[in-house]
């Protein structure tokens, strides 16, 4: 099965494009066995979910499949979060995961700014030590543990 990764800034942009995907023929899973490996293998079973401390947040992506493609999306909980978000989530997968990922889709909200405005704020935070760069989003891929993988930025009006 083929797997997307989609990151967005909030969960009202989690049910903007799980709309979008549902008038297009897909499901949304609710069953962890409709998943695929990758994403079965990284969902908490158990609480709390990182040493024992009550307070610490960890996203469980909404999951869609349609035939062969599975999309997980991945709420940033903020507009200053989604670029750290995606560095943080696609640098704590193993090559073995990174291997399985066909792409990696970026959504962010344009609001009143053009596309270029909108997507260069999202870069304001950026920290030299992340995998991810600005330039691996114009290119339209990037290379992580030797993985190539696919990278695609929408801008939602």
Not at 10 to 37: M, Q, T, W, Y
Not at 82 to 91: A, C, G, K, N
Not at 121 to 139: G, H
């Amino acid at each position: 099965m083929r797997s997307f990764l989609f990151f967005v800034e909030g969960v009202h942009d989690i049910n903007c494009v799980a709309r979008i995907l549902l008038i297009n023929g897909f499901k949304e899973a609710s069953n962890i066995n409709d998943i695929p490996e990758i994403w079965r293998s990284r969902v908490p079973r158990t609480y709390p979910f990182v040493d024992n401390r009550l307070d610490r947040f960890i996203p469980i992506p909404s999951y869609f499949i349609k035939n062969n493609l599975c999309i997980a999306m991945v709420s940033a909980n903020g507009v200053g979060n989604i670029i750290r978000d995606i560095d943080l989530y696609l640098s704590n997968m193993t090559k073995a995961e990174l291997k399985q990922i066909n792409g990696v889709c970026a959504i962010f909200d344009a609001d009143q700014k053009s596309a270029k405005e909108a997507f260069d704020e999202r870069f304001k935070k950026y920290n030299k030590d992340m995998v991810i760069k600005k330039k691996d989003f114009l290119s339209g891929s990037c290379r992580i543990r030797g993985e190539s993988i696919n990278i695609v930025r929408i801008k939602l009006r």
